[in-house]
């Protein structure tokens, strides 16, 4: 079995506006796991991942976008191509009323959870110290992401992801 990341660093962080976008368009892509596009594309459709994953980690400077997956060695181009598929149609079509309404109540409900004990307040307050932001960014980003339109997910995706920018890493045995 075969590990492949691959990702791309760049410049919007937590600050940015569309860092919020990105994130709704994370969550159509890997969010929500089995209704996930990914999940979908990926491993219940073609069976050509046991697991995916997408995610957008940032810092104060910049942040890394990276697309995770696990396969046989002979599926690892397949699953690239795949990959980069679901990605250029971020970037190229609007995601679906349903996607958008569904990202939006995973990103939504996360807000509260986090903010659900101790430790979660205290954790979030702290992060957020650290990163520069508000100490109210969870009620900023509720705001932005009830806002956000497929549109604004499409425009986010074009302007920061660089297909030909992926950098991939293949951790296994050598493919044939």
Not at 6 to 35: I, K, M, N
Not at 119 to 147: C, F, N, T, V, W
């Amino acid at each position: 079995m075969m590990r492949c990341p691959a990702g791309q660093t760049f410049e919007p962080t937590r600050q940015h506006p569309d860092y919020y976008a990105l994130q709704l368009g994370l969550q159509v892509l890997s969010g929500g796991f089995y209704a996930s596009r990914l999940y979908q594309d990926l491993r219940e459709r073609t069976g050509l991942v046991y697991s995916i994953d997408a995610r957008l980690q940032s810092g104060k400077t910049r942040s890394v976008f990276t697309v995770s997956y696990d396969c046989d060695p002979g599926n690892v181009a397949k699953a690239r191509a795949l990959v980069e598929r679901n990605l250029g149609d971020l970037q190229t079509k609007p995601v679906t009323s349903v996607e958008l309404q569904q990202a939006k109540i995973l990103l939504l409900r996360r807000i509260p959870l986090g903010e659900s004990s101790i430790h979660g307040i205290a954790g979030g307050l702290l992060d957020r110290s650290m990163q520069d932001l508000p100490l109210d960014e969870p009620i900023i980003a509720a705001k932005r992401y009830a806002a956000f339109t497929a549109s604004d997910v499409q425009a986010a995706f074009a302007k920061w992801l660089k297909l030909e920018d992926l950098a991939q890493v293949v951790l296994g045995p050598n493919p044939q």
